[in-house]
């Protein structure tokens, strides 16, 4: 049997309110509508935990059985469902659009290309002359912002396109 203090007894009371007399409270009754009302809540929570690890076990179940059976497939009568042998453990999660996150040496080969050819493409802008530049429509000052495709930093801010067609030249 559990005590409640004064403060307790308040709050199971608010829990539903009671006709009082001056000089008479059942507490009891307060006392074991507490008891049933937290019994209700854990017992729910237990239920809720209960139904969402045997549904997910259920799931799991169904899509290995689904994996299993197209795993059976010939390569034929897979490519007739639209997918490959490859493309199946997507196809059942309902992941089939998605790529597989690349891992970490493939995402650093891949930063590491990216560098070089920036460190290239910079290299081949700084070895042209300001003639050469102004014909592309870049300044010194743009070559960084260029390189990295950040056209909003561009020190150029003439926009128009480079005319080449030498009109003060006349033939004689």
């Known amino acids: 049997m559990m005590n409640y203090n004064q403060k307790e007894l308040e709050a199971l009371a608010m829990i539903q309110p009671v006709q009082v007399n001056k000089e008479n409270v059942n507490v009891d009754a307060l006392i074991y509508r507490g008891h049933v009302l937290r019994s209700e809540y854990i017992s729910n929570g ?23 059976s197209l795993y059976a497939m010939s390569d034929r009568e897979l490519v007739d469902l639209g997918i490959t042998r490859s493309e199946i453990d997507y196809a059942v999660e309902g992941r089939r659009g998605e790529k597989p996150a690349p891992s970490f040496w493939a995402s650093f080969k891949e930063k590491l290309v990216r560098a070089q050819k920036a460190r290239a493409g910079y290299a081949q802008l700084m070895a042209m002359d300001a003639r050469q530049l102004a014909d592309i429509g870049l300044v010194k000052g743009d070559i960084e912002a260029a390189v990295h495709g950040n056209t909003a930093l561009l020190a150029n801010d003439n926009l128009a396109q480079a005319s080449n067609n030498n009109e003060h030249r006349h033939a004689v």
């Open 46 to 68: 237990i239920a809720s935990l209960y139904n969402k690890v045997t549904g997910k076990f259920a799931k799991s179940r169904q899509i290995a059985a689904a994996k299993r």
